[in-house]
């Protein structure tokens, strides 16, 4: 057995929250390993946010063509994948290489190493034959993998995950989706604008059943109008594929066939090969249980996905600050002295001549109650905070305000392509908004005022007194709130 080799920290997984957290770490001063079986950088920039957005705003720019008509004469429109699918290989993920990650990690200082982790008892992990100790904490970045559905028959069939969406060199003819939240939605309607023909199939009596019912309507509406067929309340029961595609078969007798089938029905964290049992932690779970300051246990932080927090990458950003900080502290309290670098600060890392002097006081808590999250359709939902329903399952006397984007100034100068809307909903005892949904040409950008309202608890008072630009799209808050009243 190998002798443990010393050093401050081990990062295993270096996603988009464990290289933050590696690389700030390395450049405060502290001996980081980091460690990574896949790609540095994670899901994000590889098969997730970044490619998948490149493939929408191509997307959206075919729609957008063909808009043209009844605004500016006419425009004749031929998809063509190829160049879509360049810029991704090519701009997006270096044909699936992370050779400029790990030079951006190493280049901080930090320690790169390419394996399979597993903790090995308090404070150590092995990789392979190697075992590190480390001093001051260890931190999780597993991630998550596609919870795939146990369908009868689906396990043995090469059914697609959001990886083989993203990585397609030549486009099918159909495509069957087995799933309707977000990344089922986006990938849909990128298809099928280039051309195929594509059947959503969802189990719930909606798609983006976790946003505002309007939200699902309006997203409905759209991926329909693109030539989407949407199946709500459907059970698979059994899935089959001859060679040449697939037969989902359905609760009640229903079949749906298609060349490809794609399987976004969620996600759930790596736990399973960790060892968290080492350190006596539950690794039954469906995600990592932390608290406000990404603990998992003594010694050990979480971030990202693998935390059940949401999947987004903004969140793992969000929590890779807390853990720096709370680190950073840590090591400062074990040293007996100022943080190793003297520079430590919950929002940036190492900052030069300010910092939060390594006090556990100066650590900032997790707050997830303005979370904002964006389903980038065509229309996109932005939504942050409490949905309606949410807000009256936790007996909050609600008011609810809603503005429709065709009826506000900007949304009728727009014209094609302006479905949307803006929903309020309000803690009426407190006058404060405690959740909001923005769906429009630029749902997620409205959001942005939103989010900063329900974060900091403005006043429904002080909302109404703003001065909203015209003609924007964000007006229509405006007229959220004279609807509230």
Not at 225 to 240: K, P
Request: charged residues 25%; hydrophobic residues 45%.
């Amino acid at each position: 057995m190998a002798d443990p080799e010393l050093v401050d920290v081990v990062v295993i997984g270096l996603g988009v929250g464990g290289e933050e957290v590696a690389g700030r770490l390395a450049e405060a001063g502290l001996t980081v390993v980091g460690v990574e079986r896949d790609l540095v950088g994670g899901e994000c920039p590889y098969w997730g946010c970044v490619p998948s957005k490149m493939m929408i705003r191509a997307a959206n720019a075919i729609a957008e063509a063909r808009r043209v008509e009844g605004l500016a004469g006419t425009a004749e429109v031929r998809p063509d994948w190829a160049p879509v699918a360049k810029r991704i290989r090519e701009e997006a993920t270096d044909t699936w290489d992370d050779t400029v990650a790990v030079r951006r990690f190493t280049g901080k200082g930090g320690r790169f190493v390419r394996g399979s982790a597993r903790l090995d008892g308090p404070g150590r992990v092995r990789v392979g034959e190697r075992v590190f100790q480390a001093r001051h904490g260890i931190v999780l970045g597993t991630g998550t993998k596609p919870s795939v559905p146990p369908v009868d028959g689906l396990a043995d069939t090469p059914y697609w995950t959001n990886r083989q969406a993203i990585e397609v060199e030549e486009l099918p003819e159909s495509l069957l989706v087995l799933g309707g939240g977000a990344i089922g939605l986006e990938l849909a309607q990128v298809f099928a604008r280039f051309g195929v023909r594509v059947t959503v199939v969802e189990a719930l009596d909606r798609v983006l059943a976790v946003e505002e019912p309007e939200a699902s309507e309006v997203a409905a509406a759209a991926l329909r109008a693109d030539g989407v067929e949407i199946h709500t309340g459907v059970q698979a029961q059994r899935v089959g594929h001859d060679g040449r595609g697939f037969t989902l078969y359905a609760a009640g007798g229903a079949e749906f066939t298609a060349e490809r089938l794609l399987v976004v029905t969620g996600r759930r964290a790596h736990l399973d090969e960790l060892g968290l049992d080492t350190v006596g932690v539950d690794a039954g779970r469906r995600y990592l249980t932390v608290d406000d300051r990404l603990h998992v246990t003594e010694g050990i932080w979480a971030v990202g996905d693998v935390t059940g927090e949401g999947a987004f990458t903004h969140v793992a950003m969000y929590q890779a600050g807390i853990v720096v900080a709370d680190v950073l502290a840590h090591a400062r309290r074990a040293d007996g002295g100022p943080d190793p670098s003297g520079t430590a600060n919950a929002t940036g890392g190492a900052s030069g001549a300010t910092g939060v002097g390594g006090s556990a006081a100066a650590v900032p808590r997790a707050d997830y109650r303005a979370l904002p999250r964006v389903t980038f359709t065509d229309p996109e939902v932005g939504a942050v905070g409490l949905t309606e329903s949410q807000a009256r399952e936790r007996g909050v006397n609600v008011q609810v305000g809603l503005a429709r984007l065709p009826s506000s100034a900007r949304g009728w100068i727009h014209k094609a392509g302006n479905e949307g809307f803006v929903k309020l909903v309000a803690d009426a005892d407190r006058g404060v908004l405690i959740g909001a949904t923005s769906v429009g040409p630029a749902g997620g950008e409205v959001l942005s005022g939103l989010a900063v309202a329900v974060h900091a608890a403005v006043p429904i008072a002080r909302l109404r007194q703003m001065i909203y630009a015209y003609p924007t799209f964000h007006r229509a808050i405006e007229d959220a709130l004279r609807d509230m009243s």
